[in-house]
């Protein structure tokens, strides 16, 4: 629900760059959470683990909060029928009365997508095909590089290695940290090079170290 609450909020010329910070604030929050583990390791006795897991609780009551402010996205206002006040928010978020522009444009758009007949079946034709094949293959095998096994259970994965405890949990922050760095180097990039070249040159990159 974020990226897509970002992209519908974010004025067009930083879109982008507001989606990429999104990902930068996933990869740092990965980081945090493995220096917190391995901080709470050092604990004597045998609770650490479970401030660890209490303080998950933090970030989650952080964005709880922070919902119970934000605003509804203009997008779904119109198409709920409220322009007089998805125009309000628009002008509040750009800080400007001068958006009768963007907001035709928001409305254009919501009316063209109400005349699109049966979307779901739709996307199952053939001119489609291709689309539709990219948005399932690409997060399957994704999935299937087993990055999710890393980043959940790096800290195991590294102790079936012959890794210690404490060498486990600072391997994890390691991989977490290149995370973070790699993320960086993706957001210096891909204005310059393109999507589809990193694209290609991260399953290049995995499947030589893989």
């Known amino acids: ?41 050092k604990i004597n006795g045998d609770y650490g683990w479970r401030i660890s897991l209490a303080l998950a609780a933090v970030p989650a009551i952080i964005m709880l909060a922070g919902a119970v402010f934000l605003p509804e996205t203009p997008n779904s206002l119109i198409e709920r029928g409220q322009v007089e006040k998805a125009k309000a928010i628009i002008q509040k978020i750009r800080g400007t009365s001068e958006v009768e522009e963007e907001l035709q444009d928001i409305i254009d758009a ?38 999710n096994i ?16 404490e060498a486990s949990l600072m391997s994890a922050v390691i991989s977490g940290l290149v995370n973070v760095l790699a993320t960086f180097v993706s957001i210096g990039t891909v204005d310059k ?15 030589i170290s893989q």
């Open 150 to 165: 890393i980043m959940f259970y790096a800290p195991v994965l590294f102790k079936t290695l012959g890794f210690g405890d």
């Open 193 to 207: 090079f393109g999507r589809r070249a990193l694209f290609l040159e991260g399953g290049v990159q995995m499947f």
């Open 110 to 147: 919501s009316e063209a997508s109400k005349q699109v007949a049966h979307p779901w079946a739709n996307i199952l034709q053939k001119k489609y095909r291709p689309q539709l094949v990219m948005a399932i293959a690409i997060p399957m095998f994704q999935q299937f590089t087993g990055i």
């Open 1 to 41: 629900s974020v990226p897509v609450y970002l992209s519908e909020m974010a004025p067009a010329k930083i879109r982008g760059a507001l989606n990429m910070c999104f990902q930068l604030a996933i990869t740092i929050g990965i980081f945090a959470a493995n220096l917190v583990n391995y901080g709470t390791s």
